[in-house]
């Protein structure tokens, strides 16, 4: 295979990639509601994965969808699958492809399901590239106020409530719930991918009271166990979504490097 995103520069301390800003890219392809998405994956970065794994004609889905950023990958000629539980995130995805068949009438298919991945899949495709949910990261139970002047926490926490009505949302789940829910998930995932086929998992480590919580070396650990050969590990330099902007303004530790984690099937 050729070197992974080639075409991007990458920070010269850590080696991280560094991708440009995709707001302008994002706002000319979705409706504007997507950018109160707290957690999109990145677009260039999307696209430097299915540009690695995939070749025009191959079925590239995501389970746990969002707003439907993977949608790009069909106005490269690949057939797309996006499924999410939660029932306003599918209709922005609806709202979504339809301003980009207006846009691009010649894009590949693409499949839009509504329902909890773990009851749908599995369903067969060349590669999954996913931004999989953190446990107990969309569980805001009350909205906090008062606290900070800038009102930043109580937006978020309005964010998330609005946008998690499904409660069974993995994000939703503590830690130990969570565990075997998503080794449920990629055992499904595995089986939904074809012979030869890949699983691009991106995802960050997470901060549980003051201490960095291994995420990725649980996923990692998952996946191998599964029978899945690791083919690429690296990571990324995060700008700082909108929960590690805030995080970080009020003093408080951050995860800024985040893993593209890339598995194949073998045949």
Known sequence: MTEFAKDYPRDDETGWLLFPSDTSWRRSLFPEEVMRHP?????????????????????????????GSVMIAALEGRLV???????????????????????????????????????????????????????????????RKGKYADDAFEKLDRQMNEYTQNPRNLGKLNNFLYNQAMERAYKLYYESIQPGGTLTLVLKDRIKQGERFPLVAWADRVCLKLGLKPILHDKWKTPGIQFTQINKMHGLEVVEDESIMIYRKEG
Request: one cysteine or more; glycine letters at 6%; charged letters at 25%.
């Open 81 to 143: 699958i996006c499924l999410d539980i939660e029932e306003r995130y599918h209709q922005l995805e609806q709202e979504g492809l339809e301003r980009m068949q207006r846009l691009h009438p010649d894009m590949a298919p693409v499949t839009l399901l509504f329902g909890d991945c773990r009851f749908l899949l599995p369903i067969p495709c060349n590669h999954i590239i996913t931004s999989p949910p953190y446990a107990g990261a969309l569980s805001a139970r009350k909205i």
């Open 39 to 67: 957690a999109k994956m990145q677009m260039h970065l999307e696209k430097a994965i299915i540009d690695y794994v995939s070749k025009p004609g191959d079925v590239i889905m995501d389970p746990t969808a969002g707003t």
